[in-house]
């Protein structure tokens, strides 16, 4: 995602940050209107970047991370929405412990689901297993293993009934 990685550089991303970290120290009176400015920049421009690009966001992973948990926080569905597509197409293997965590946090039901698939579609358990993120959620997520060890059982008594 070349083009999304230009718009986190333009500085668009960092002007976002510093509105949320005014938001979270209560100055409302002089930049709520900058916040939301700010926001409805970074993501009509992060949505011109994303519908014309095609590579992967894996560098930028952890800044959309963070959008995804102020978008969360300060209600922004839209900027939600957009970093939970773009975290989507970004999945591997090191990564996909640590967004199933974020899915569970902060409600998002549609990337919890696509994190269980990948999992489960790829055959890759046995490398997810073996990350750092997988050995977090253990503690700060252990319904999503419930849910990945019910997704997986589902996976393969519906593969066995192909089968037959």
Not at 2 to 7: H, S
Not at 69 to 81: G, I, P, Q
Not at 103 to 116: G, P, R, S, V
Request: aromatic content about 6%; hydrophobic content about 40%.
């Amino acid at each position: 995602m070349e083009q999304l990685a230009k718009v986190l550089a333009s500085g668009e991303a960092e002007r976002v940050q510093m509105s949320v970290s005014v938001l979270e120290r209560g100055d409302f009176r002089s930049s709520q209107d900058g916040t939301r400015d700010a926001v409805a920049s970074f993501q009509s421009r992060a949505l011109c970047a994303d519908e014309r690009s095609t590579g992967s966001a894996a560098s930028n992973i952890e800044m959309i991370w963070n959008l995804l948990m102020a978008a969360d926080r300060y209600d922004v569905e839209r900027l939600k929405l957009l970093c939970q597509s773009i975290i989507c197409k970004s999945l591997e293997v090191e990564n996909v412990s640590t967004t199933l965590a974020l899915a569970y946090q902060h409600n998002c039901d549609k990337l919890k689901n696509i994190c269980l698939h990948f999992i489960n579609s790829l055959s890759v358990m046995d490398a997810v297993v073996k990350t750092q993120g997988c050995k977090n959620i253990k503690t700060s997520c252990p319904s999503a293993l419930v849910d990945v060890y019910e997704k997986t059982m589902w996976f393969h008594k519906t593969k066995a009934a192909h089968l037959k």
